[in-house]
């Protein structure tokens, strides 16, 4: 397994919990169709639930900065649920 690949199935794996950060920073997507316009998916094709969350991780990257965001992502991670309004 490439190290793509390895990256891919964490988000997988991870889904639920990128997903609802994602939602709780407030990080907006764009249509499928411009994901792909914009290349998200020529180096590495992907689905476009693959192609969502790669979106999202990239943003979540500069915001688990924020000690407050991943404090967020270390009660998800254990199963707890966070106030998402």
Do not use: T
């Not at 914009?38 to 500069?62: H, T």
Request: glycine share 6%; hydrophobic share 35%; aromatic share 8%.
């Amino acid at each position: 397994m490439n190290s793509r690949q390895r990256i891919d199935k964490s988000l997988l794996e991870e889904k639920d919990i990128i997903l609802k950060l994602g939602k709780h920073c407030g990080i907006k997507i764009p249509p499928i169709e411009k994901l792909r316009k914009n290349g998200m998916n020529k180096q590495f094709p992907a689905s476009d639930e693959l192609m969502v969350l790669r979106y999202i991780s990239c943003f979540l990257r500069w915001f688990m900065q924020d000690d407050g965001v991943y404090n967020l992502y270390k009660k998800l991670k254990n199963g707890e649920s966070i106030n998402d309004n």
